[in-house]
């Protein structure tokens, strides 16, 4: 089993910029696949960006390319998300989540493991 814990969500104003981190503790022996997913009301939990456990294999969805960078440290287990330039329809609940055989994939029913999520709330 993992565990992850989200954090570094919160209110901020169109332009501005967020952190996100996801902790995993537990069986964090393998070598996994990181993902981060978010969902806004009333929507379907879409893909984010995703990272090999190098750190080398990186892929984001097109809405987020430039904006949004993730990367890890896997001293710490920690997965981050930087997101600048943040819209108000980037407002959703943002997941990290785990796969554990460390494939790079897009595809929500393919992650093993999954935080709670982080509210992130954008102002215009």
């Known amino acids: 089993q993992v565990q992850l814990v989200e954090s570094g969500g919160g209110l901020v104003q169109a332009g501005g910029s967020l952190r996100l981190s996801c902790a995993a503790s537990g069986r964090t022996s393998s070598r996994y696949a990181v993902g981060w997913f978010r969902q806004a009301p009333g929507k379907e939990r879409e893909f984010v960006a995703a990272?090999?456990?190098?750190?080398?294999?990186?892929t984001y969805a097109d809405s987020m390319k430039g904006r949004f960078t993730i990367s890890r440290d896997n001293s710490k287990n920690i997965v981050y998300l930087q997101m600048i330039t943040l819209r108000p329809e980037d407002t959703a609940v943002y997941y990290c989540?785990?796969?554990?055989?460390?494939?790079?994939?897009?595809?929500?029913?393919?992650?093993?493991?999954w935080g709670q999520g982080t509210q992130v709330t954008v102002s215009s």
């Open positions: 989540a785990v796969e554990r055989s460390g494939i790079l994939t897009t595809t929500v029913n393919e992650y093993d493991y």
């Open positions: 990272i090999s456990w190098s750190g080398a294999l990186k």
